[in-house]
């Protein structure tokens, strides 16, 4: 199995910036894709921005310009840069990965909570 643990998350005024960070640990894995989510109160889950093992990259369009996501294969680690944060933006984000242990498996972290003040 593989296990997530996130961090970076806090309070930080609008038009602040925060970095998130995943970083994945386990046994014989290997990471494939890795997304960040995002779920804010009365609201389903909707994906932020993911990343493949390749360096494709694809984000939503609400973060477009403002947000960068980037990974260390090395470190099988996932980062989330926020910059021009607004309070829409609050919500608990997941880190989600694909990985191969041996089969094709997917693990989710169990979230930070990132909160925009007016």
């Known amino acids: 199995q593989v296990q997530l643990v996130e961090s970076g998350g806090g309070l930080v005024q609008a038009g602040g910036s925060l970095r998130l960070s995943c970083a994945a640990s386990?046994?014989?894995?290997?990471?494939?894709?890795m997304r960040w989510y995002r779920q804010a109160p009365g609201k389903q889950r909707e994906l932020v921005a993911g990343?493949?093992?390749?360096?494709?990259?694809n984000y939503a369009d609400s973060v477009k310009g403002r947000f960068t996501i980037s990974r260390d294969n090395a470190k099988n680690t996932v980062y989330l840069q926020m910059n021009s944060l607004k309070p829409e933006d609050t919500a608990v984000y997941y880190c989600?990965?694909?990985?191969?242990?041996?089969?094709?498996?997917?693990?989710w972290g169990q979230g930070t909570q990132v909160t925009v003040s007016s």
């Open positions: 989600n990965v694909d990985f191969w242990s041996p089969i094709l498996r997917n693990s």
């Open positions: 386990g046994s014989r894995f290997s990471i494939n894709n």
């Open positions: 990343i493949a093992r390749g360096g494709s990259i």
